[in-house]
């Protein structure tokens, strides 16, 4: 299926595809209120943070002349709801993990994660210097919106199960919480995997609705409560190691703007960005450390698992093959993540380790 498949068949495209088809925008004069909606639970460790920072910083630099009323999720709409609210208008803008949204279009994973995918610097450098922004406008324009990265979680715990991991088979009908193309890889190893918002995980948890989940790292996780459930911590997992949160508007409305908003809402998804990234790598290795002394078991799976989780992530990745775009996305991403991994590696991935042997 090629882009010009999903705008001729789907109600939503068609909307894109007029709004775009519009002439030159008439912008809105004097004071002005966009509503946001977010994926997330209001006060959500880091997660939350992103959005109200990016919504803070844009009624600040406009000087109030553009105002963001923040709604968490489910106090307008739903978690997994506000994609359609804002295409359809009910909302101006939202603040989530765009993986959430692989049944639009599975390019989207993209621009939060893909098992095996780029760290946070990687990203980056694909999409600020490379085509990555690009490529999220194009992907956005076919639902009518136009999006920007506006937080990132750092690379992502592989998380808490209710016992250990000693093989790819320990993954048989395992209850599992993980989102994106991530889940689909280990449904692959033959997990159940549940897609549940995060302000709902805890509880699924502690009932035993679930086995086990992935959430982000030490320090959301322990902020959410996970170790007064299970002991067993993997801290590092295939499914997310550099997420990106995304902020959308719906184009008709972004369009409408001034360029001087739209140039603030850009500097505002930028900086929340880096501020966020630096928010949870910041407290991780402390959260961390509270956790080991809590009891929590630190553990890493065995190579069997990786290897294991390789051929599911390919066998993920490659059953979208033959759509245009996400080739075309997916083979630049690739592209740019080798390109970036083979300075990292030879530059601050070399220093690291003599830092790590010298230093002690």
């Not at 095996?116 to 210097?129: A, H, I, V």
């Not at 991530?182 to 995997?193: E, N, P, V, W």
């Not at 450390?289 to 989780?309: H, I, N, S, Y």
């Given at each position: 299926?090629?882009?010009?498949?999903f705008?001729?068949?789907?109600?939503l495209?068609?909307?894109?595809?007029?709004?775009t088809?519009?002439?030159a925008?008439?912008?809105?004069?004097?004071?002005?209120?966009l509503?946001?909606v977010?994926?997330?639970?209001?006060?959500?460790?880091?997660?939350?943070?992103?959005?109200?920072?990016?919504?803070?910083?844009?009624?600040?630099?406009s000087?109030g002349?553009l105002?963001?009323?923040?709604?968490a999720?489910?106090?307008?709409?739903?978690?997994?709801?506000v994609?359609?609210a804002?295409?359809?208008?009910?909302?101006?803008?939202?603040?989530?993990?765009?993986?959430?949204?692989?049944?639009?279009?599975?390019?989207?994973?993209?621009?939060?994660?893909?098992?095996?995918?780029?760290?946070?610097q990687?990203?980056?450098?694909?999409?600020y210097?490379?085509?990555?922004?690009?490529?999220?406008?194009?992907?956005?324009?076919?639902?009518?919106?136009?999006?920007?990265l506006?937080?990132?979680?750092?690379?992502?715990?592989?998380?808490?199960?209710?016992?250990?991991?000693?093989?790819?088979?320990?993954?048989?009908?395992?209850?599992?919480r993980?989102?994106?193309?991530?889940?689909?890889?280990?449904?692959?190893?033959?997990?159940?995997i549940?897609?549940?918002?995060?302000?709902?995980?805890?509880q699924?948890?502690?009932?035993?609705?679930?086995?086990?989940?992935?959430?982000?790292?030490?320090?959301?996780?322990?902020?959410?409560g996970?170790?007064e459930?299970?002991?067993?911590?993997?801290?590092a997992?295939?499914?997310?190691?550099?997420?990106?949160?995304?902020?959308?508007?719906?184009?008709?409305?972004?369009?409408?703007?001034?360029?001087?908003?739209?140039?603030?809402i850009?500097?505002?998804a930028?900086?929340?960005?880096?501020?966020?990234?630096?928010?949870?790598?910041?407290?991780?290795?402390?959260?961390?450390?509270?956790?080991?002394?809590g009891?929590?078991?630190?553990?890493?799976?065995p190579?069997?698992?990786w290897?294991?989780?390789?051929v599911?992530?390919?066998?993920?990745?490659?059953?979208?093959?033959g759509?245009?775009?996400?080739?075309r996305?997916?083979?630049?991403?690739n592209?740019?993540?080798?390109?970036?991994?083979?300075?990292?590696?030879?530059?601050?991935?070399?220093y690291?380790?003599?830092?790590?042997?010298?230093?002690?």
């Amino acid at each position: 299926m090629d882009r010009r498949s999903f705008l001729k068949n789907s109600a939503l495209g068609g909307t894109a595809a007029a709004a775009t088809a519009l002439a030159a925008p008439a912008y809105a004069q004097g004071n002005r209120t966009l509503t946001l909606v977010t994926t997330w639970g209001r006060g959500l460790a880091g997660v939350h943070d992103a959005a109200q920072r990016a919504a803070d910083s844009i009624t600040a630099m406009s000087g109030g002349s553009l105002t963001i009323d923040l709604k968490a999720a489910g106090e307008l709409v739903g978690a997994f709801e506000v994609f359609d609210a804002v295409t359809s208008g009910q909302a101006d803008m939202y603040h989530g993990a765009d993986y959430y949204f692989i049944n639009q279009h599975p390019a989207y994973a993209f621009f939060t994660s893909v098992p095996f995918g780029m760290s946070p610097q990687e990203l980056s450098n694909w999409y600020y210097n490379g085509e990555g922004h690009k490529l999220h406008s194009e992907l956005g324009e076919i639902f009518g919106l136009k999006s920007f990265l506006a937080g990132n979680t750092g690379p992502q715990a592989g998380g808490w199960f209710s016992k250990e991991i000693a093989g790819p088979e320990d993954f048989q009908g395992l209850k599992f919480r993980m989102p994106g193309l991530g889940g689909q890889a280990l449904g692959k190893m033959g997990a159940s995997i549940q897609n549940l918002p995060g302000a709902e995980v805890y509880q699924a948890l502690a009932s035993g609705a679930i086995d086990g989940t992935e959430w982000i790292g030490p320090w959301a996780d322990e902020k959410a409560g996970f170790q007064e459930i299970t002991k067993f911590y993997y801290t590092a997992g295939m499914h997310e190691p550099g997420a990106g949160l995304s902020l959308a508007t719906n184009l008709d409305v972004f369009n409408s703007l001034s360029p001087e908003h739209q140039k603030i809402i850009e500097i505002a998804a930028a900086e929340s960005h880096q501020w966020n990234l630096a928010q949870f790598m910041n407290n991780n290795g402390a959260a961390l450390q509270r956790l080991q002394a809590g009891g929590v078991k630190v553990l890493e799976f065995p190579d069997t698992v990786w290897d294991a989780m390789g051929v599911a992530a390919i066998e993920t990745m490659d059953q979208y093959a033959g759509d245009e775009l996400y080739d075309r996305i997916r083979a630049d991403y690739n592209a740019s993540m080798e390109a970036s991994s083979g300075w990292i590696q030879k530059s601050e991935g070399a220093y690291r380790a003599q830092r790590d042997r010298v230093m002690g």
